[in-house]
């Protein structure tokens, strides 16, 4: 049995990150594709030459020939450009969707057989571009979003309540942005609601609501900080959990976007709902009960998808 292979479609920040942790984990052969010529290459042949120091046997090479993500078995896409401070996700749809275009048309040619992650922003959008683009199966082709935002939420529940990120489950649905749902209902350490937590007085409900908030604007926070760019290490870490449990079948359910046909009264539309990822891709779309506020903010989530969705048909017929 070979090895796997990842196709890493934009070898940027994100990119460089993905292929960095991919080799550290010995998840099979990378292939760095960048539409910049020496750079893809440079970042292999720096990561082929860490091998040796890590002790990690991964084929690394550096490209700007689509041919070369032939056979690809997961393919991740960062492909496009990031956020500068003052910018929404949504400032990024135009220059994006040109990107998506010349990715899916190149992963229809060389990898149909991929399970592919999108990355780039606005998610949401992106991935039902992508998708059409591609024309892949909807099951093999999601978006990486809710991974990373349950995860800056969990970072902050753990932080305020003084307890191991490892205990701390958080569960953020919708989409992408500002409207995202983190769900405290559903929220837990070992298992213990957050609503509870707050009844046993281990924090109140005005400092999870500002927890909830910072959730919210989590990236912007960092767009900020950085000053230039947008975060990498956590979006990255975030892709390659998906990935493992395609790759390894482990069936993980993950807050993902993903392709609805009617759950949560939704359809045609990739937008983030827990999911199982196994060996199918997208195995199962879990449909969770919201209450009333979490179900208005998620359709306002939705709705704010949709919006985006028609801008793309507008600017790229062949999606209408
Ligand atoms: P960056 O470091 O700029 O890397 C993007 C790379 O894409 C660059 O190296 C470009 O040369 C390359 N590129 C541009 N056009 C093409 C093309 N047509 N084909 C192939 N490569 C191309 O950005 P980054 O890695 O920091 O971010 C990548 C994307 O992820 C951006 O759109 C971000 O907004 C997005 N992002 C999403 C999240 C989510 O949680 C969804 C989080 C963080 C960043």
Redesign the pocket.
């Known amino acids: 049995m070979g090895r796997k292979k990842i196709a890493l ?7 460089g990150t993905l292929a960095h942790l991919a080799a550290m984990k010995e998840m099979g052969d990378i292939v760095l ?4 010529e020496g ?1 893809p290459k440079g970042k292999a042949l720096d990561l082929a030459q860490a091998g040796p120091v890590e002790g990690y046997d991964a084929g690394l090479k550096g490209t700007s020939d689509y041919a070369d993500i032939a056979g690809a078995d997961v393919v991740i896409v ?6 500068k401070p003052g910018m929404s ?1 949504d400032d ?1 749809l135009g220059i ?1 969707l040109k ?1 998506m275009k ?2 899916g048309e190149g992963i229809k040619a060389n990898a149909p057989d991929a399970f592919v992650i999108c ?3 606005p ?1 949401d959008a992106m991935v039902w571009a992508l998708r059409e683009f591609s024309g892949l199966p909807h099951n093999k082709v999601v ?3 809710g991974v ?2 349950s995860a800056r939420f969990r970072h902050f529940l753990a932080e305020e309540f003084n307890v191991s990120v490892e205990d701390v489950t958080a569960f953020v649905l919708g989409g ?1 942005g500002d409207t995202m749902v983190p769900v405290i209902e559903y929220s837990t350490v070992a298992g213990i609601p957050v609503p509870d937590l707050i009844k046993m007085g281990w924090s109140t409900q005005e400092r999870i609501d500002a927890i909830v908030a910072r959730t919210r604007s989590g ?1 912007g926070e960092i767009v900020q900080l950085l000053g230039n ?4 290490y956590a ?1 990255a870490t ?1 892709a390659i959990a998906m990935a493992e449990s395609y790759l390894k079948d482990k069936k993980r359910l993950l807050p993902c976007a993903a392709h609805l046909t009617g759950q949560y009264g939704v359809d045609d539309l990739y937008v983030g709902v827990p999911v199982v990822i196994g060996a199918n891709g997208v195995e199962r779309v879990v449909e969770i009960a919201l209450n009333e506020g979490a179900k208005a903010n998620f359709d306002k989530s939705v709705h704010a998808v949709q919006e985006l969705l028609v801008a793309c048909k507008g600017l790229e017929p062949s999606l209408a």
């Open positions: 479609v934009g070898a940027g920040m994100i990119g594709f960048d539409i910049a750079m960062t492909a496009g450009v990031p956020r996700r990024l994006n990107v010349a990715v990355i780039t922003n998610l978006g990486m979003a990373l935002d992408h990236g760019g947008s975060a990498y979006p975030s």
